[in-house]
């Protein structure tokens, strides 16, 4: 599946910035710098010139640190453009999930080790899992397919499944057009829409598929 060009996401500094981003840049600086396991809220408060009552009146954790990224991200993946409404579900799904990973490609080697440290935790796991799925009911908003019910909450979850997987294969994808992402989100998609229907199609069919009714 080839996806759709879109700009080039800005990294924002942190310079002049309200304190929330710069609390989040500087916890993701010093994930890179020490681990994150080994990062404490008053390097962050240093990090970012501000006092710890700061940093405590915005994220009273890291664990809250880490969802204003989430959100962050979710945030600036809304905002990059809606989805074609001519195209596939499944050709929706897979350009706003690349759409995020664009958004998040700035910040890799910081996800990598938040992620290589919290999944160490089963508390992180568990802590994070919650989160991650109001962030792909919200792609789903994005990509015109509903979250609400049972048939949106199995659309979520196997979202988040496939999202985790291609997380994986874009954490170790050293292309530069992130070819091996796209093929794994392509085959997750694809797997999915097989077995589960969760991207039941509306709109234009793929190329030869007959559109759905």
């Known amino acids: 599946m080839t996806r759709k060009t879109t700009s080039k996401t800005k990294r924002s500094g942190a310079s002049g910035a309200d304190p ?9 600086e010093l994930a890179v ?4 396991r080994n990062v404490s809220l008053s390097a962050i408060a240093a990090k970012a010139k501000l006092s710890l009552a700061q940093v405590h009146g915005v994220y009273p954790s890291k664990a809250s640190i880490l969802g204003g990224f989430i959100n962050d991200i979710d945030q600036k993946t ?8 001519g195209d596939s579900a499944r050709d929706r799904l897979f350009d706003v999930l690349m759409r995020r990973f664009d958004v998040m490609a700035p ?25 991650t799925l109001r962030s792909m009911a919200w792609m789903l908003e994005a990509a015109g397919l509903s979250p609400a019910g049972l048939q949106g909450a199995a659309r ?39 077995i589960t229907g969760l991207c039941a199609r509306k709109g234009r069919s793929r190329e030869g598929e007959p559109a759905a009714a």
Do not use: F, Q
């Open 20 to 28: 929330g981003a710069r609390i989040i840049a500087a916890a993701l």
């Open 78 to 85: 809304l905002a990059s453009g809606a989805a074609d409404a």
């Open 107 to 131: 910040h890799k080697d910081a996800l990598r080790a938040i992620l290589r440290d919290g999944l160490a935790d089963p508390c992180n796991v568990l802590c994070a899992a919650p989160r």
């Open 156 to 194: 979520v979850n196997g979202l988040a499944l496939i999202y985790a997987g291609a997380v994986r294969t874009w954490l170790r994808d050293d292309t530069g057009d992130m070819a091996k992402t796209m093929a794994a989100l392509d085959k997750g998609l694809a797997r999915a829409e097989k």
């Open 33 to 36: 710098e020490e681990g994150w």
